[in-house]
């Protein structure tokens, strides 16, 4: 049976817990975990991505009810201890969530290009991003392994055993073909939850620390971001902001080194 639940490091280390983002698996984090030795890495596969089983009712995806879910497991593997979390694109919605609802569960919170900006900000509707997020799941397709793998590697200046793992859990074949793990269902009911039930209605309650590292690339909706990072900022008092110069959204996967550092310095100082 595959596990959906990985970790990295001396469990009598300082924990750092990652949450992924829409469409990507605890998998995804081996990298940087490995620039972060010094810690606990502690990553798991949210319902219906990687090897997580998916849910069936539509709501059980929003962010009230996902949170629930990550503290059951964060309990399950650690016990009622205090923690770091970590979250990518969506998952740092959710570190927000978890914190407005967990404050005494957390010591810190680290955003990784995610929880400032909204699909309002970037001029998306709900209507947009379901049909986009069905259009995807039905169009990525490979007819073999190998081609998927390539595929991959075409989108990374580098390849590495971590990150062919995590691609791997993303997928499974199908009917002879190379098919994303999540499911139009899951996808469409996490976006139906992103407006739902919106950061911006929580964040005037998350206390603690928190850092935002933040992407530089595409260098078109900088004004977008800085208009959100100060709101943010007026939002949670606690904030520190920290750029990667020349990265894209999944800075982690394309920076691990720096990310990991500015990490480090943080939680070091937090």
Excluded at 50 to 71: Q, T
Excluded at 235 to 249: Q, Y
Aim: net charge negative; proline share 4%; charged share 25%.
């Amino acid at each position: 049976m595959k596990q959906n639940i990985y970790q990295w490091g001396d469990s009598q280390n300082p924990t750092l817990i990652f949450l992924h983002g829409l469409g990507s698996t605890g998998q995804a984090f081996g990298e940087l975990a490995k620039h972060l030795s010094e810690y606990h890495i502690v990553t798991f596969d949210l319902p219906g991505h990687g090897y997580a089983k998916a849910l069936e009712e539509e709501k059980a995806y929003f962010p009230s009810n996902l949170i629930e879910n990550i503290e059951e497991t964060i309990n399950q593997q650690l016990g009622y201890t205090s923690h770091y979390l970590i979250g990518h694109s969506f998952g740092a919605d959710l570190a927000l969530h978890y914190a407005a609802k967990y404050p005494k569960r957390i010591k810190g919170i680290i955003l990784l290009d995610g929880g400032y900006l909204s699909p309002k900000d970037l001029g998306m509707s709900l209507e947009t991003e379901l049909q986009a997020i069905e259009k995807f799941c039905d169009e990525v397709r490979f007819p073999s392994w190998d081609v998927f793998f390539e595929s991959e590697k075409e989108e990374l200046s580098r390849w590495s055993v971590e990150l062919e793992e995590a691609s791997k859990a993303q997928v499974k074949e199908q009917d002879g073909e190379i098919r994303l793990t999540i499911s139009t269902f899951t996808g469409q009911s996490i976006i139906k939850g992103i407006y739902a039930e919106p950061v911006t209605d929580i964040i005037a309650q998350v206390h603690c620390p928190a850092l935002l590292i933040r992407a530089t690339k595409p260098t078109e909706i900088n004004s977008t971001r800085k208009k959100s990072i100060q709101i943010l900022q007026t939002r949670v008092k606690n904030l520190a902001i920290e750029p990667i110069t020349d990265a894209g959204h999944d800075i982690f996967r394309e920076a691990p080194k720096d990310v990991a550092k500015k990490i480090r310095t943080w939680v070091e100082n937090h």
